[in-house]
Nanobody
Framework: QVQLVESGGGLVQAGGSLRLSCAAS????????MGWFRQAPGQEREFVAA????????NYADSVKVRFTISRDNAKNTVYLQMNSLKPDDTAVYYC????????????????WGQGTQVTVSS
């Protein structure tokens, strides 16, 4: 079983940047596709970005394309989400997901979730 711990969230002004990390333990994630999701208050959890097991392919929600970049370091068993040009609408708890089903234009989450990290973007 894999455990996931997100970090890197915080309070940032609109237009700023944050880098989220998702550190995995218990099992190597090198053969797993990975994803990031977010959930704003009163809303359903939504897909943000995903990366194939090799890192050779990524896909993004339309709302974050160009601004966000997902990457991974399999040697460190860690996945990252670089978020630039942040907007107040990006405010949410961000969750990491492991071992989901990855397709070139979609990602279906598995049951492996982290506890989330809060991102707050002020206007």
């Amino acid at each position: 079983q894999v455990q996931l711990v997100e970090s890197g969230g915080g309070l940032v002004q609109a237009g700023g940047s944050l880098r989220l990390s998702c550190a995995a333990s218990g099992r190597t994630i090198s053969s797993y596709a990975m994803g990031w999701f977010r959930q704003a208050p009163g809303q359903e959890r939504e897909f943000v970005a995903a990366i194939s097991w090799s890192g050779g392919s990524t896909n993004y929600a339309d709302s974050v394309k160009v601004r966000f970049t997902i990457s991974r370091d399999n040697a460190k068993n860690t996945v990252y989400l670089q978020m630039n040009s942040l907007k107040p609408d990006d405010t949410a708890v961000y969750y990491c997901n492991a071992a989901g089903r990855y397709y070139s234009s979609s990602y279906y989450a598995s049951g492996y979730w982290g506890q989330g990290t809060q991102v707050t973007v002020s206007s």
